[in-house]
């Protein structure tokens, strides 16, 4: 008792001890057996047997297969509203799904991904509104956080991609951590196109500041802002951004917790907290006028144990399409985490 007294005082998660006098819950027990685990359980079982079952055919005659590791699926569900600058209010329903597997029975004969993460995305990029299609390929090192991928998107008409990679991590001190990041990329659907990026973090006590700039080139962009500088009745008539865009983004926040996430650091808003609040700056434009700015307010929390949260974010949008006349939105939902390993730290 003593020891956990300690414990406490010092933050220090403490391991719970139920009835039976362990620290693992029996299968009967009626706080970790509801129909909300239950359902939660049959979901993640339903869809980790997909990915398992899809692995163990990969395993070579005769050799015994390695064991497929947990797999990782968020489901959210979302409403926005939108006040734009005209007042004239609207309602948003968004859905959006994630999914990370590893897999290295196929990964002995080639290096296989599977995810709906976007790699030509800015960070500050809202993960709802974005390019969620799914990608399936492969990936291979060379040097030191050096790598290169090449795969497609899963759709009627499949796309494809490939993308080089530099991305290290480096630590200055205790609290500071610095993350840049260069990348080409071509897609059929965007063409060729290329980011840069750095990230600056300082994580003290739950307390975080993360700072952000970033530059991005597309040619699919560079075409878009072409036709739009020769339309007489475009905002952008007569100025042609050629395809570049700068981003920065500032976010302060408390967060007591984290989504386990090996990228985090990079990421620059609610998708990599699990509990906390954080109000983020975020502004765009090309190389002559700034196009964008945001700010946002966002609180996250558990609403049921770590498979359940809740999220609010209100924020003021600025647009160069309205002359900077300031715009309203209220983004709220839930998420369901489904993974296999522990979803929080």
Known sequence: MADTALQMEKNIPVEPVFANGTTECSPDCPICNTWLDRFHRWLYGSCHAVVEHFDQNFVPEGKEGYPTPPSRFRLGIFNQVELDAERDVEWAPLADFDVRVDLPNVSRRFSLFLSTEDPTALPGDDPIEGDKDLRVGANRGFLRHLDFSVGAKVRKDPELFSYLQWAPAWRKDRNWKLYPKLKGFWESDEEFGGISSIAIGRWRKNHHFRQTF???????????????????????????????????????????????????????????????????????????????????????????????????????????????????????????YMWGDDPAR
Do not use: C
């Open 214 to 336: 970033s530059l991005k080139w597309s040619e699919y962009q560079a075409e878009k802002d072409e036709s739009r500088a020769e339309d007489p009745e475009d905002v952008q008539f007569g100025d042609d951004a050629q395809g570049y865009r700068w981003r920065s983004n500032s976010l302060f926040g408390y967060f007591p917790e984290l989504m386990e996430s090996e990228d985090y650091g990079r990421r620059v808003g609610e998708g990599d907290v699990a509990k906390g609040l954080g109000l983020r700056f975020f502004v765009q434009g090309s190389f002559d006028e700034i196009l964008e700015g945001r700010v946002t307010l966002f609180g996250k929390h558990p609403i049921y144990k770590k498979k359940l949260y809740a999220l609010v974010a209100p924020e003021v949008v600025f647009h160069d399409d309205d002359d900077f006349e300031a715009s309203y939105n209220v983004k709220f939902g839930i998420e369901l």
